[in-house]
Each structure stands twice: as C-alpha cells, then as structure tokens.
C-alpha cells in the first residue's frame, strides 16, 4: 500500500485556477491536505482559498517565469517539508494548416514543456529536502494521451505532450535512486476551459470533478502512470500500436473529415 497521500500533505499544484487543477484543488483540500497553488491569475486562487484559509495558500505566477518561480520557491520554503508538486500548468493552441505558423508549436513548447521543467528548478531541492529526512516525496507531471495518435492539428500541442512524458520518463529513471517518485498523468477529454473551445467531438468526455478524482485515486494507490477514461486510452492504445500506414491513413482521414 501506497504511503502517499495517508498523512496530510503539503502540496504545490500549478495551473491552480481552473480546470483540472481547480478540481484537484477541491479534491486534495476536502483530504485535508495544505495546498500552495499556482496560476497567473489572482482572483480565482483567491476564491479557492476562501475553501480552506488555513490550509490553501495562494502563490501566483507565470511558470514560464524564472523571476515569478523563484518568489514562489520562497513561499515553499516557507511553508516547511514538501511533499508533492503537482505541475499541470497547460495551454492547448491548434494550427491552421493552411496558414502555418510555427508560434503556434512555440506557444505550445513555452507553456507545456518549458514552463513545467522551470517549474522542476524549484519543485526538485524541495522535495529532495523532504526525502532526506524520509518522508515520501512525489512529482507529478500532468501530460496528455493526446500525442499517442497524430491527430490533425494537435502538432504543436501533441510534440508538447510527448516531449514533456519523455521528460517526465528519464527524471523517473534518473530520480529512482534517490526515492523520488515521478508520476506522469495523460488524461483523455475532461470538460475545462481549455477544451471549451474546442470546435470537433470530444468522445468520452469526463468533468473535471471526475478527471480530479481519478488523479488523487491513482495517487493515493501509488501508480506512477495515471491514464483515463480507460476506454480511451485502450482505443487510442490499440490505434497507436497499428501499422504506420494503416495509422496514417486514418489520421490523414480524420484531419479531412474535420475540416469538412
Ligand atoms: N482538458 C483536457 O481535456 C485535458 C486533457 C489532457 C491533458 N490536459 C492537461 O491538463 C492540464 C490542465 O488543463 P485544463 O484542461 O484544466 O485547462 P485550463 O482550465 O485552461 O487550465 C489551465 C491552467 O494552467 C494555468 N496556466 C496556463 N499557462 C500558465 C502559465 N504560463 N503560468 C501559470 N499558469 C498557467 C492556467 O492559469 P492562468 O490562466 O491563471 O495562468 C490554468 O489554471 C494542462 O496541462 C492540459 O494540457 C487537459
């Protein structure tokens, strides 16, 4: 049985102010845990806070950001052991073909790969400190399945995804000695702002309520891949283990059926 999560926690979780990180917010301060969250905008960290004043503190920044990330490494510290950082912070741009434009693949790399290995510069002498002392500590990187398949459009976001699980994967192998867990989470569809805009079908869609539970479920258990709904991510699973032709026709299908 998992040690994780039994005693209560301290906890930085980026990307605090809406979405998925909001309902994990809720779901890790109902375990009663102590929460240092994350987010460019004020206002909605301060609304959680309001949930639990004595335990949720509220530390805004841009995790692109080394300057915003070394005031946060400071309320951290402050804040005594750390126990897990939960880094989630994400941005989702879709390209336009038609009109190419490789920003789009920046914005996607600055946000998601960029910002979340910044967000390590100070999330790793923390919890190394907390596992010196021998207590569990826990880094959870907040992927995607979306990069298993190449869906059209998603080449920005999905290169992201896939570079931040290949990230996430060598600091396993490379923190493994040291007893430092690094737990990568690929969700399917879950319901948030980001995937509000989203113009296409969105099959099998979970709330972020759900998304959140299923996170700090997999936590607590002690697995260190955390992937869900189960149905899509087998289907995208079987789909990813193809033939690369057979893969390429139906990707190619699929981009076509989308923009017609
Ligand atoms: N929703 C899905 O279907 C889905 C599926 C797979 C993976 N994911 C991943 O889950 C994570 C959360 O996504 P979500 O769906 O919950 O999206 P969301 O509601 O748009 O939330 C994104 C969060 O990231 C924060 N953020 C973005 N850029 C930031 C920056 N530079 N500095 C600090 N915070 C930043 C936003 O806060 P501010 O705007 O206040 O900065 C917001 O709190 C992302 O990594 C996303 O790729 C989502």
């Known amino acids: 049985m998992s040690i994780r999560l039994q005693n209560t926690s301290n906890i930085w979780i980026t990307g605090a102010s809406s979405g998925i990180g909001e309902a994990l917010t809720e779901a890790l301060a109902r375990g009663g845990h102590r929460l240092i969250i994350t987010g460019r905008r004020e206002q909605p960290l301060e609304q959680l806070r309001s949930l639990a004043p004595e335990r949720i503190l509220p530390a805004p920044g841009d995790t692109t950001s080394k300057a915003?990330?070394?005031?946060i490494a400071s309320i951290l510290?402050?804040?005594?052991?750390?126990?897990?950082?939960?880094?989630n912070a994400g941005t989702c741009e879709y390209?336009?073909?038609?009109?190419?434009?490789?920003d789009v693949i920046e914005k996607n790399i600055h946000t998601n790969v960029i910002g979340t290995a910044r967000c390590v510069?100070?999330?790793?002498p923390a919890l190394?400190?907390?596992?010196?002392?021998?207590?569990?500590?826990?880094?959870?990187?907040?992927?995607?399945?979306?990069?298993?398949?190449p869906f059209g459009r998603a080449e920005g976001y999905?290169?992201?995804k896939a570079a931040l699980t290949y990230f996430a994967h060598s600091l396993r192998a490379d923190l493994a000695a040291e007893g430092i867990?690094?737990?990568?989470?690929?969700?399917?569809?879950?319901?948030?702002?980001?995937?509000?805009?989203?113009?296409?079908?969105?099959?099998?869609?979970?709330?972020a309520d759900d998304a959140a539970e299923r996170i700090v479920s997999g936590l607590a258990k002690g697995h260190n891949e955390i992937a869900f709904p189960k149905r899509f991510t087998w289907m995208l699973r079987i789909l990813g283990a193809l033939p690369r032709p057979v893969i390429d026709r139906m990707a190619a299908s699929m981009s076509r059926k989308s923009k017609n």
């Open 128 to 149: 190394r400190r907390t596992r010196a002392k021998g207590h569990p500590a826990t880094l959870v990187i907040v992927s995607s399945s979306a990069w298993w398949f």
């Open 77 to 87: 510290e402050d804040q005594g052991d750390l126990h897990m950082a939960v880094l």
């Open 95 to 102: 390209l336009d073909i038609t009109h190419y434009n490789s």
């Open 68 to 71: 915003d990330l070394s005031d």
């Open 158 to 160: 999905g290169a992201s």
């Open 121 to 124: 510069d100070i999330a790793l």
């Open 181 to 207: 867990d690094v737990v990568v989470v690929s969700p399917g569809f879950v319901k948030t702002p980001l995937t509000d805009r989203n113009d296409f079908p969105m099959p099998f869609l979970v709330e």
